[in-house]
T-cell receptor
Framework: GNSVTQMEGPVTLSEEAFLTINCTYT??????LFWYVQYPGEGLQLLLK?????DKGSNKGFEATYRKETTSFHLEKGSVQVSDSAVYFC??????????????FGKGTKLSVKP | KAGVTQTPRYLIKTRGQQVTLSCSPI?????VSWYQQTPGQGLQFLFE???????NKGNFPGRFSGRQFSNSRSEMNVSTLELGDSALYLC???????????FGPGTRLLVL
């Protein structure tokens, strides 16, 4: 079946540090890939997405590249801010939906950025 | 354009009761999906509706049900509540199935 594996947290960084959160996936066909972010007490916000191999999604300084050869979609940011503290979810949308639904999530990575 | 709205935001119920949660999608979106989020199990898919029809259902017991109305608004119902149903219930909408989903703020349910 389809699945997403992302690095366990929590991740603690100092302000202006470089961020990488690893995400790998297993899927049949050609899924779309997403990063969502959840701030404390809120729902999920779409951060970025990529719909085909070699696509790069970017938003608010965050980037991720769809790598089909390594089945990965790692999230990166060159310089994190305190306001980036949140839980980050990697997700895939399978080519064909089913009992897993149209979005399959990783377990989430909690990021804390210290001033 | 207004985002996805969910009501109520917080709810406290006791075991054995039933509960109904509501979701209004983004204007023009016709697909609505529901998810349960718990610390132990993470985000789990409940069901998906499109044009008032359930397209997919996750692996949850029959106590969990839902429906979608002609204006695309959706409700989910949980009957005979159990302590383990305490969770954040998230609704997401998209223009059509398989397209990008946008989430609401969630309804936090506590079962005592």
């Amino acid at each position: 079946g389809n699945s997403v594996t992302q690095m366990e947290g929590p991740v603690t960084l100092s302000e202006e540090a470089f961020l990488t959160i690893n995400c790998t996936y297993t899927a049949t066909g050609y899924p779309s890939l997403f990063w969502y972010v959840q701030y404390p007490g809120e729902g999920l916000q779409l951060l970025l997405k990529a719909t085909k191999a070699d696509d790069k999604g970017s938003n608010k300084g965050f980037e991720a590249t769809y790598r089909k050869e390594t089945t990965s979609f790692h999230l990166e940011k060159g310089s994190v801010q305190v306001s980036d503290s949140a839980v980050y979810f990697c997700a895939l949308s399978p080519q064909y939906g089913g009992s897993q639904g149209n979005l399959i999530f990783g377990k989430g990575t909690k990021l804390s950025v210290k001033p | 354009k207004a985002g996805v709205t969910q009501t109520p935001r917080y709810l406290i119920k006791t075991r054995g009761q039933q509960v109904t949660l509501s979701c209004s999608p983004i204007s023009g979106h016709r697909s609505v999906s529901w998810y349960q989020q718990t610390p132990g199990q993470g985000l789990q898919f409940l069901f998906e509706y499109f044009s008032e029809t359930q397209r997919n259902k996750g692996n949850f017991p029959g106590r969990f049900s839902g429906r979608q109305f002609s204006n695309s608004r959706s409700e989910m119902n949980v009957s005979t509540l159990e302590l383990g149903d305490s969770a954040l219930y998230l609704c997401a909408s998209s223009l059509r199935p398989q397209e990008t989903q946008y989430f609401g703020p969630g309804t936090r349910l506590l079962v005592l």
